[in-house]
């Protein structure tokens, strides 16, 4: 039957059960201490490390690695826990080799990170502390670790910046070709429309002219010369000319000599008169006609610089024609060499832009190699501790010792709720149906047994106990 107990109870039972309730607790505190005792001890290292923020400015330089340092704080967990990192540190420093014998490489990075608290401490820096049953193997690990993902971080945004300076290395070259294109295609649109480009417009214009004037003037002399030619050819055909005349005369006077030969001798004063006249004229027409094959080779050099002059002036009249068709098709290749000229400089526009950010992506590069020598900087590195961290020995035995003596208090008052003896008069009266006539007190000390009688009146309702 199921029974309760009071403080006072409790207290007794307690009391009464002190030798047993000793023994558990002593048994109990040796197993616990031996357990607490026999724990490895624990120690812990702690790192603070800051995060440097980027000089220059990016007002002064333009970055290509777009992400700020600092905000490297916002996955630093991550970063610090991930596989690539610990498994690194695992085999640089031959950490958990057992584990990794007997489960893998993968159940040593789940430990490690067991092993690693990461606490970022206000918005610049970190904390990394880890455990490790070696002292000296904890400082060495909190301290390669930082060192580790700052190598990380500075390989991932080196290739970053190199990746950047590629695409617009690449992206110079594209547009170099494509700037040269546009170069021989002006170069041979320039070649193949000589003459009536727009820059040559003054220069035809000014040829023009020129050959305005010069058609002027030949016009002018082939007036002159056509004029001198009319002259010598009217001079050549009219019968009043010297030549002429003489023949004229030479004619008459050999008419008249013959008809005077025929009247007279050749002695006659008058054959002789007629004869010598006749001489004299043929001498002199002799003469003009020396002079007239001057002036015949003079018509034909006459003739001839006509012809030349005309010829000249015909020269000029098609190269004036050429000339006013350029003039003409200027504004149409002026134009066609807009459009041209007007794509070139979009081309080349953009080819100055991409080599400038160029210029700046590589001055960015440098600049991101040296700064990140010293974006993490450890400010508080981590040291050998000289005790372990857990477990805590003392609070451990006294945990041990709280529950050695709770086992024992509770097996006492289990115990004891499962002994059913009547110790005094009101567990009697509490658990018997009979009122009790009688207590007879210990003697000397020494537990005796006691009677307890039933009324008069009940047949063999008498009830023994023992009272200790």
């Known amino acids: 039957m199921e029974r309760g107990m009071t403080a006072d109870q409790v207290l007794a039972a307690l009391w009464r059960r002190k030798a047993l309730i000793g023994a558990i607790a002593v048994a109990a505190f040796a197993l616990g201490a031996a357990v607490v005792v026999g724990l490895p001890s624990v120690y812990t290292a702690s790192v603070v490390v800051r995060v440097e923020p980027q000089r220059p400015a990016e007002e002064l330089v333009q970055r290509t690695v777009s992400e700020p340092i600092e905000q490297r704080l916002v996955t630093v967990r991550q970063e610090l826990l991930a596989r690539p990192v610990l498994e690194k540190a695992i085999q640089e420093m031959n950490l958990y080799p057992d584990l990794v014998s007997r489960r893998g490489l993968q159940a040593a990075v789940e430990r490690m990170r067991r092993d690693l608290e990461v606490k970022v401490e206000g918005e610049t820096a970190y904390e990394l502390t880890y455990s490790a049953h070696d002292a000296e193997l904890a400082a060495q690990v909190a301290n390669r670790l930082p060192a580790i993902i700052a190598a990380e971080t500075r390989q991932v945004r080196k ?244 529950l050695a003596l709770g086992l024992g208090m509770t097996v006492g008052v289990v115990k004891d709720l499962r002994d059913d003896s009547l110790r005094d008069p009101a567990e009697v009266r509490d658990r018997l149906p009979l009122p009790v006539l009688a207590v007879v007190p210990e003697i000397n000390g020494k537990p005796t047994a006691r009677r307890v009688l039933s009324p008069a009146g009940a047949r063999n309702a008498v009830s023994s106990e023992t009272i200790n």
């Open 159 to 402: 290739e970053q910046a190199e990746r950047a300076t590629g695409l617009f290395q690449s992206e110079v070259e594209s547009l170099k070709t494509t700037l040269a294109d546009w170069e021989k295609a002006i170069a041979q649109f320039k070649v193949d429309h000589m003459g009536e480009l727009p820059e040559q417009l003054e220069t035809n214009m000014r040829a023009l002219e020129r050959l305005g004037g010069l058609l002027q003037t030949k016009s002018e002399e082939l007036r002159v010369t056509e004029s001198r030619r009319s002259e010598l050819a009217r001079a050549h055909y009219a019968m009043d000319t010297e030549a002429g005349r003489l023949q004229a005369a030479y004619d008459s006077t050999n008419r008249a000599l013959v008809a005077a030969r025929t009247q007279w001798t050749e002695d006659h004063p008058e054959v002789l008169r007629m004869t010598k006249e006749a001489d004299g004229l043929k001498s002199r027409l002799h003469d003009a006609a020396g002079r007239l094959v001057a002036e015949r080779q003079e018509r034909a050099r006459a003739a001839t610089l006509v012809g030349q002059i005309q010829k000249e002036i015909d020269g000029l009249h098609q190269t004036a024609q050429a000339y006013q068709k350029r003039l003409d098709n200027t504004p149409r290749w002026a134009h066609e060499l807009g459009v041209l000229q007007r794509d070139y400089e979009i081309a080349r526009t953009k080819y100055q832009s991409v080599v400038s950010r160029k210029v700046e992506a590589e001055i960015a590069q440098e600049l991101e190699s040296r700064s990140a020598e010293k974006a993490f900087n450890v400010i508080s590195p981590a040291a050998a501790p000289s005790a372990p961290a857990r477990p805590d020995r003392l609070s451990g035995l006294l945990l041990c010792a709280l």
